[in-house]
């Protein structure tokens, strides 16, 4: 009877392992169906069987390498330990462990960096030009009349030239009239500094103003020392005479013209005339002279009285020349 208990138990031990092991398989297979893997060809996970045999030894047996992929999440399978204890025999005892390995599959990591493109939005420039109306003022001018006797470039009458030499004086031009010449022959014969005959060559013209002016020019009398603005002592005596004339007839105005030779530079000759032409003014001045009624001009070798290269045509050029306006104005 004792035996047929022990039968009875160990049937009831093998039945309990077998059914064991029954759901382990199914709940494998089981987890197999429900959470397929991404990879098909992954191994799946051991299960390892300790078996405790009656010698107290165990082995572990690993199933065969199955294609289907191993599976995370699913429960943890409880192990069982059945022991029969018994007064005399102690039966074989089995102890099934199934260890799931857990695979941790981390997925790598992929960063996406998104790069906005810059849009750089350049506003056209829009450039606008505002067109001020045109204003055309019309003046009325005066039409410029044709005057009949020869002008200036400023438009003023060309001078009488009164040319004083050894014994002629001799008057070319044109005058507003008869009484005009006649005054102006007066006046040159009583400033002569020797008895001279008159020549005229005087044209009557009653459109010229009696403002024109009369170029002195005289041949004889001293000049500038050359590359000099100064005035010698018989040069001075020149300049006195026509201070004299000009005491005389106050209305009377002046321009002075400073002259050089043809020899130096431009720059050097215009530079001289310009010294002369106000040391003369500076010498009336010193006479008495209002400065108010002088003027002065330079224009350097431009205006030579001969041309022969030789100290006679020199000192002749080197000189001042006096322009008279108002001589004949009381006419």
Same mark, same amino acid.
């Given at each position: ?41 992954? /191994?799946? #996970?051991?299960?390892?069987? #300790?078996?405790?045999?009656? !010698? ?6 690993? /199933? ?8 995370t999440g699913l429960p943890p399978?409880? !192990?069982? %330990? ?23 599959? %981390? ?18 420039? %829009? ?44 008057? !070319? ?14 006046l040159a014969l009583a400033n ?10 005087? #044209?009557? #013209?009653?459109?010229? /103003? ?24 018989? $040069? ?13 007839? /106050? ?7 400073? $002259? ?25 001045v010193g006479k008495g002279i ?42």
């Amino acid at each position: 009877m004792y035996r047929r208990r022990l039968d009875g138990r160990a049937i009831v031990w093998v039945v309990g392992a077998a059914l064991i092991v029954a759901l382990s398989l199914l709940a494998v297979y089981a987890g197999r169906t429900m959470y397929p893997g991404d990879d098909s060809t992954a /191994p799946a #996970d051991p299960i390892v069987v #300790d078996t405790i045999g009656p !010698s107290g030894t165990s082995s572990t047996t690993a /199933p065969a390498a199955s294609s289907e992929p191993a599976t995370t999440g699913l429960p943890p399978v409880s !192990s069982t %330990t059945s022991s029969v204890a018994s007064t005399t025999t102690r039966p074989t005892t089995t102890t099934t462990e199934v260890t799931r390995k857990t695979t941790s599959s %981390t997925a790598p990591t992929t960063t996406t960096r998104v790069s906005r493109p810059t849009t750089t939005s350049t506003a056209p420039t %829009t450039t606008t030009r505002v067109s001020r109306p045109t204003t055309t003022s019309t003046q009325l001018t005066t039409p410029a009349v044709a005057v009949s006797y020869s002008t200036l470039p400023d438009g003023s009458p060309q001078p009488v030239v009164a040319i004083f030499d050894v014994d002629t004086i001799t008057l !070319s031009g044109t005058v507003p009239s008869q009484a005009a010449a006649d005054r102006l022959g007066a006046l040159a014969l009583a400033n002569s500094k020797t008895p001279a005959s008159l020549v005229k060559f005087l #044209d009557i #013209d009653t459109n010229v /103003p009696k403002s024109f002016g009369v170029r002195v020019i005289e041949l004889t009398s001293f000049r500038f020392p050359e590359a000099s603005a100064v005035i010698l002592p018989d $040069h001075a005596l020149e300049f006195d005479r026509v201070a004299t004339v000009m005491e005389a007839l /106050p209305n009377v105005t002046a321009l002075v013209i400073g $002259h050089a030779d043809q020899r130096g530079s431009s720059k050097d000759n215009f530079a001289i005339s310009d010294a002369r032409a106000r040391a003369t003014v500076s010498y009336l001045v010193g006479k008495g002279i209002d400065p108010d009624r002088l003027s002065s001009r330079a224009v350097g070798e431009t205006d030579l009285l001969i041309l022969n290269d030789d100290e006679a045509a020199f000192a002749l050029n080197r000189r001042t020349e006096f322009v008279f306006y108002g001589l004949v104005a009381d006419t």
